[in-house]
């Protein structure tokens, strides 16, 4: 293959590559002399032991489980333990009764941010930022990454959510290709979108049955391929204009349907793609009749370990978006924070020990603890080097026996000692997907009741016409000399007016952060 793939990133330590960010904040090395500490933080015997109600989302992969060594190590280090709640059915539904019986844990993990401030605007949950003095770490954190306080703030300029972040790494939205076929045939990966059609017409010729470009679930992959012609698939902020502005309507995105209904004329990608799911997709793969997708990462992994074993030879790789068009980036869109967080009962009556948890979590000891655990029992250190106890066969294997990256036990996490668990394959993948990756990212920030009310009424009927016309333009069934009038449509629909309450909301926002 003539392509070279794999750069200078490579080199790259995975600490750096997945969490660099994050500990730096956490740690103190986030600001511009490199000399300041990090906030000390005390021991748990400076403090008198305390067990916290928590409520937590318990995973269907990793249901929580009350001897998770997790906790034990959490209490060594803190002196706090829990009683644990975790529903085992609709979590969003036990949150709201929760609240309104006015008998909440001490904390609890949030569904997302809009949870958090509907709950927290009524007053059921404790306003963070009146008690960043009590934490130093989370303080730091804040100070240095101004788009994260961004992120967590409600309406108002208040915080009744803390956030999760680390653990998306795995699942970051990106391309993926069969490399053995590839080398195979020595097809080149594709640079640009006409390189994309041509490398699928000729794998389309090889293999008369398959559709090379394996897209599922409906609209999702455009929100990835939409990125790669310079545009969204919803309203976006562009950066370089400094306006908001909404992709489905512009002349990029119409380039990206005309590609999209080119493939699927020609069979390169499969015919019922907006309805089929994960299962069919896979076994696209199993049967070898597909060689390409736009998936998350994780799906490397995925696909490996349940065909490397059934096909001789069989290697899904990490392949470099192609760019799209004039003004196309080989980019994949990427949003860097999981939507679940943390939120404080605002009439708990143990306040200092569930704030100083929180904060520890924030911790460079924290992360440290709660993303390996003990060594000699969850980890090993071998020439100085930590490593998973080989004990554990898999990163799920680790969450459901230890509790470590489960919901409640962490804040920030660290992926280093996961990313060894990866394949070979995901491992140079996760090495490089950075440069690949759109940054700066998209702005989050919350809207009051009232801008969440227009957006829903104007934005339903939007969402509605928008997918259905970009299915018929797909699918052929629309002709794109129609285009003017479903762009005028849209327009009639109030996209304008819905992406000035997306200006008027991020314009709040930036208006706190400067005070």
Known sequence: MSRKIWGKATKTAAAAALLGSVLAGCGGGGSSSGTEKPPESSGPTSHPPVKLNMMVDSHPNWPYK????????????????????????????????????????????????????????????????DHLDEMPNYKK????????????????????????????????RSWLYR???????????PQTYDDLYEVAKKLKELYP?????????????????????NTFNWQ?????????????????????LTYLNKFYKEGLIPPDFMSIQRKQFQDLFAQEKAFMAVDYIGSIDQLMSLLKDEIPGFKVEFMPPPAGGPEGKPLNEYSGFMPKGWSVASNTKNREAVLRYLDFLYSPEGIELVSWGKEGETYIVENGEKKINPEYTSFADLR????????????????????????P???????????????????????????????????????????????????????????????????????????????????????????
Do not use: C
């Open 66 to 129: 009350e001897d998770w060594p997790i906790y034990k190590y959490i209490k060594e280090a803190t002196n706090i333990e829990f009683n644990v709640q975790a529903p085992p059915n609709d979590y969003g539904t036990a949150i709201n009764l929760a609240v309104s019986s006015g008998d909440m844990p001490d904390l609890m993990t949030i569904t997302n941010l809009a949870t958090a401030n509907k709950h927290g605007n009524s007053g059921a949950f404790l306003n963070i930022f």
């Open 236 to 256: 976006y902020y562009d950066y370089d204009k400094d306006e908001w502005r909404y992709g489905p309507i512009e002349d990029n995105y119409k380039l990206m």
């Open 400 to 423: 459901t026996r230890t509790g470590i990256a489960t919901y409640g036990s962490f804040t920030a996490h660290d992926m280093e000692g996961f990313f060894k668990m990866f394949s």
């Open 179 to 189: 490399s053995d076929i590839f080398e195979k045939h020595d097809l080149e990966l």
């Open 425 to 515: 394959e995901m491992q140079e993948g996760l090495k490089v997907i950075d440069q690949y990756s759109l940054n700066p990212q998209q702005p989050v920030f919350a809207f009051t009741d009232q801008e969440n009310e227009q957006l829903n009424i104007t934005g339903e009927s939007i969402k509605k016409y928008m997918e259905e016309n970009v299915g018929k333009f797909i699918l052929g069934q629309k002709s794109f000399d129609e285009w003017d009038a479903y762009v005028a449509e849209m327009e009639r629909l109030g996209v304008q007016t819905y992406i000035d309450i997306y200006k008027q909301a991020h314009d709040r926002a930036k208006s706190f952060l400067d005070k």
């Open 209 to 229: 049955d398959s559709y090379p470009l394996a897209l599922f679930g409906g609209m999702s992959p455009l929100g990835n391929m939409a990125t790669n012609f």
């Open 141 to 172: 954190f804040l100070e240095d990454h101004p788009e994260v306080k961004q992120r967590v703030m409600s309406a108002d300029g208040k915080s009744y959510y803390l956030p999760l972040y680390g653990l998306e790494k795995e699942s970051r």
